[in-house]
């Protein structure tokens, strides 16, 4: 079989298309005098070709041919030859394990282990792995018998007769066996001491688990109780030395190795504490002194060798601890804060190769299974498994994990292991780490069974699921509602109807009877969406109680999950993304706006689920969104009503991001500036109305004009519209400005100016659930009896001889809103003059405008109105600091430019930094307009309908409180703080404005 020189032989570019790496070597091994009977074989080159080294898996065969005797080795390769499953199984573990082609050099009769292929061989449990290690009488013999198990165990794993999870069970009932035999060893060599002791070994962590790796420590406690009659002092002793005769059995290194180590350190203080206690010890133990990852690590707690019934009694008096561990203060976030810990110890070289402990790895599954396990197994039997994909797989049976969330982990967690499977096969050596060396790579990546680019293939491969792990562990591990749920009470955390009711009642809910019917109308049946409820609705009724109205809550959130019952993204949304849960209780208990907004929108529910959903949308998207469905609308009436969806929603976004913002959550504490609060909600309902009025300007026009009217046409914003400042219930105060095109008559441009304004009227009146936008446009000149729209060029002669004081006064708010951008920038060129007059205003126009202000307040206040708590007129209210402000502007505007400003708080601080005003009374006017405007957002938030004044209902008042950041029972501090911040402001106002 010599090669020609210069030449490559046909074997060598056969063995290079097997997959052999070295073919030269290959060459020289296949003509060894040994192989000659098979090494022509087309059988044999194939079967070394699928393994995951063919190179090691032929210097293996090799070794193992040439330790047989010449009767064995015949039988061995006549096997080999005619026998495809040992052929598979053998030739598959010398690929992938060059530990293992050791041990079958060294033992070459161990490969009749592989022979037989009978169901039993299949998947054998404890009492096969017992038998095949009943001959061991010593730690030697003992490892030579667990490798000869092992064998078996690795030839199935390699060839796909068990899966990864398969595998791990097989190896951790090996682990059991051997435990056994190693008790046995050390009974008989200590047989005094087993006469006067019980001794129960439990197994912990992966063994405990039944999901061993093939390398791994044993985690163990030891539990000791004396027999009948003896000594308990003298039976712990005697135990103790049995427990570590058999640790020292399974873990010190002989002439056959080791097995693994036994690490006792889980036990009751650690390394610290006593190697071997009593029941009432560790229970004493466990109930005093324990910490929160002692119970964590006790999930996986299982009996598995010494004295049967004092591993069962220890199991059955832990067991309930376990599952109340969840109640312990800080449960929920001393897991998260371990978990964390764990990764900022590994080696930051490590760090992206570590497969178990690195982000992404092994054990960000394991942790958030558990922590999910911990919380909701309370109250659910079906999630008190120790093994990691069975606890997953209850998960998401019981609703507490999406299935196709549980789905990608198991698919990822399986992957991750088969990793770290054939990494610890390899060289039967404790590591973690994925190999940096190309040629291990490519062996990895085979045995995994990814033949095409094996390397990269697996990189990609292992980063995708390491990816989703991250990804999900990050989602489930950090849940917000998982430390709600840790809070509950143990019969809180699954609703029976009689715990509902009680629960119902101590929670304030006025009526617990409808309460409770809605709760089973939510929660019955054996469906998945119900047994997501019943996770949910424990916590959720927490939160409506923390409202002013827990029954409009809950009665809320019925409607809502009624209307979208079908749909499937809802409740997973609920359940499992960041603090949409919480978010939908504050916002469903707050108030009838938000919840009648949301109601005939249920799909904006989404919002509170996404992290940049609470913010608000800047005018020029919301336009093009509303420009864009009204174009899509075959009608007028049409047009509007798209228009009036996507107002709809965005006022659900506004008013939902307030009340948020103004409660805050356990993610997100309430905002300290209460001003930020009012600033966004006026900007976003400002921006919106403005969005809606373009869409009716462009329904209306199309109607009857196309494209392009005959005149140009522009929309300007007054008022507190102008000012940026509505609040959730104001009407939009308008003026209309238009002026002819070229070659237009200027009366024919005036009637289509009216047709549009008439038109758009029309439409915005249109009757409709939405809260209405009502356009007010009784600030233009001549008021109620002036014409409704005018000319650019009738504006200027009007303002140039009519003008009176009040109406530059109500121009320092005016702003271009819709229409023709050029023409509402002209408007403003033509104003400026008027609302900032050169020198300021005179002593006549003060005492004007003083004047003004004194009959507003004694005209315009209602009838009955309690002055010191009316918002808009009151004393210290919004006009008065608004009044005081635009004084300041109108007298200083022409030498200040940042007065000019339509927005009341921007003037203000303006004016404070030009010195026309002291910090002091800047503040205290702020703080009191600020006030006013949160009170009149509080009022239509909770009531859904507008009002100046707190509401006289005493729920009505507290949700009120409430929005205003008073604790229940605190509504007359509000009101006493209300009227103390508007005196304060109304002494200013005497001074600035009045003069006094």
Not at 315 to 336: G, K, T, Y
Not at 485 to 495: D, K, N, Y
Request: glycine letters at 8%.
């Amino acid at each position: 079989m010599t090669a020609v020189p210069g030449r490559r032989s046909s074997t060598f570019t056969r063995l290079l298309r097997f997959g052999f790496t070295d073919p030269s070597a290959a060459e020289r091994l296949l003509d060894t005098p040994e192989l000659a009977p098979v090494r022509t074989d087309p059988v044999l080159l194939d079967a070394l070709g699928a393994t995951a080294d063919p190179d090691l898996a032929l210097a293996g065969l090799v070794r193992i041919v040439e330790a047989q005797d010449p009767a064995e080795r015949q039988a061995l390769l006549d096997t080999l030859i005619t026998a495809k499953p040992l052929r598979d199984r053998l030739l598959g573990v010398l690929g992938a394990s060059e530990a293992l082609g050791d041990h079958l050099a060294r033992h070459p009769r161990d490969w009749h282990a592989l022979v037989t292929y009978e169901a039993v061989d299949l998947h054998p449990g404890v009492a096969e792995f017992e038998r095949g290690l009943a001959q061991a009488q010593d730690p030697v013999s003992l490892r030579v018998a667990y490798r000869r198990c092992l064998l078996a165990i690795a030839a199935r794993d390699v060839c796909g007769t068990t899966d990864v999870a398969e595998t791990a069970a097989e190896l951790a009932d090996l682990a059991t066996a051997t435990l056994r035999a190693a008790l046995a060893i050390a009974r008989t060599a200590a047989p005094d001491d087993a006469a006067i002791c019980r001794l129960a070994v439990i197994a912990m962590g992966k063994c405990g688990g039944h999901e061993l790796n093939y390398v791994s420590d044993v985690d163990v406690i030891f539990v000791g109780e004396p027999v009948e009659g003896a000594d308990e002092r003298k039976a712990v002793q005697a135990a103790t030395r049995l427990a570590s005769h058999l640790m020292r059995i399974c873990s010190e290194t002989t002439v056959e190795g080791t097995i693994w180590p036994v690490d006792a350190n889980l036990r009751p203080e650690g390394r610290n504490g006593p190697l071997v206690r009593t029941l009432s010890s560790h229970l004493a133990y466990y109930q005093r002194w324990a910490k929160t990852w002692e119970f964590q690590a006790l999930l996986k707690a299982r009996a598995v060798a010494g004295d049967p019934e004092l591993g069962a009694a220890y199991i059955e008096a832990v067991s309930p601890l376990v599952w109340q561990a969840a109640e312990r203060d800080n449960f929920v976030a001393d897991v998260q804060k371990m978990r964390r810990r764990v990764v900022a110890t590994i080696p930051a070289a490590q760090v992206d190769r570590e497969l178990k402990l690195g982000p992404g790895g092994l054990r960000d599954v394991e942790f958030a299974v558990q922590l999910l396990q911990l919380v909701h197994g309370r109250g659910d039997a079906t999630l008190h498994s120790g093994t990691t994909l069975d606890a997953l797989g209850a998960l998401a049976a019981g609703g507490y994990v999406g299935r196709a969330d549980a789905a990608q982990l198991d698919e990822a967690y399986r992957f991750l292991r088969a990793m770290e499977h054939r990494i610890q096969l390899y060289r039967l050596r404790r590591t973690h780490l994925v190999p940096e060396d190309e040629a291990d790579l490519r062996r990895l990546g085979r045995s995994l069974g990814l033949r095409t680019e094996p390397v990269s293939t697996l990189n990609r491969e292992w980063k995708k699921h390491a990816s989703v792990v991250r990804r999900l562990h990050e989602k489930l591990f950090y849940r917000p509602l998982l430390d709600a749920v840790a809070q509950l009470s143990p019969g809180e955390t699954r609703l029976s109807p009689r715990a509902a009711g009680q629960r119902l009642e101590a929670l304030g809910y006025a009526d617990p009877a409808a309460a409770l019917r809605h709760l089973e109308a939510l929660s019955s049946g054996v469906t998945r969406k119900a047994a997501i409820q019943r996770t949910l609705l424990p916590v959720l009724l927490g939160w409506f109680a923390d409202s002013a109205d827990p029954d409009a809550g809950l009665l809320g959130f019925r409607k809502v999950s009624d209307a979208l019952g079908r749909t499937p993204w809802y409740l997973r949304l609920l359940r499992d993304e960041g603090a949409a849960a919480e978010n939908l209780a504050r916002v469903l208990s707050a108030g009838r706006l938000a919840p009648d907004l949301l109601l005939r929108a249920p799909e904006a529910v989404a919002i509170l689920g996404d992290p940049e959903g609470l913010k608000p949308r800047l005018r020029e998207p919301l336009e093009q969104e509303v420009l864009a469905a009204v174009g899509r609308a075959e009608s007028a009436e049409g047009a509007v009503a798209a228009a009036r969806g996507v107002r709809r929603r965005e006022l659900f976004r506004t008013a939902a991001a307030d009340l948020i913002g103004s409660y805050g959550t356990e993610d997100s504490p309430a905002e300290e500036d209460p001003g930020a609060l009012v600033d966004r909600v006026g900007n976003a309902v400002t921006d919106l109305n403005a969005a809606t009025l373009a869409g009716a300007l462009r329904a209306a026009v199309r109607a009857e004009w196309g494209d392009t009217l005959p005149t140009r046409f522009a929309v300007i914003g007054m008022g507190r519209f102008g000012g940026h400042e509505l609040s959730y219930g104001s009407d939009a105060d308008v003026l209309f400005v238009h002026e002819p095109r070229e070659f237009v008559d200027e009366q024919e441009a005036t009637q289509t100016a009216n047709r549009v304004v008439a038109e758009m009227r029309r439409l915005l009146q249109l009757p409709t659930a939405d809260p209405p936008l009502l356009i007010d446009a009784d600030l233009r000149p001549e008021g109620k009896s002036g014409p409704m729209v005018r000319t650019l060029a009738s504006y200027a002669a009007y303002y140039r001889r009519w003008s009176l004081v009040w109406e530059s006064q109500a121009l320092l708010r005016a702003e271009p809103m819709a229409g023709d951008e050029e023409l509402g920038r002209r408007f403003v060129e033509l104003i400026d003059p008027l609302r900032y007059p050169a020198e300021g205003l005179g002593d006549d126009a003060v005492r004007e405008i003083r004047r003004l202000k004194a009959r507003m307040e004694s005209e315009r206040m209602p009838r009955g109105a309690d002055p010191t708590l009316h918002t808009k007129l009151g004393r210290g209210g919004l006009s008065d600091v608004e009044w005081t402000v635009q004084l300041l502007q109108m007298q200083n505007g022409w030498a200040e430019p940042g007065l000019r400003t339509t927005r009341t708080r921007d003037a203000l601080s303006a004016a404070h930094a030009a010195g026309l005003i002291s910090t002091e009374d800047a503040v205290i006017l702020d703080d009191a307009w600020v006030l006013a405007t949160r009170v009149r957002n509080g009022v239509m938030l909770v009531r859904g309908r507008p009002g100046d004044t707190f509401p006289s209902d005493g729920r009505e008042l507290a949700a009120v409180g409430r929005y205003l950041g008073y604790e229940p029972g605190h509504v007359g501090d509000m009101l006493d703080d209300y009227r103390r911040v508007t005196r304060r402001a109304r002494a200013v106002v005497e001074r600035l404005f009045y003069g006094a």
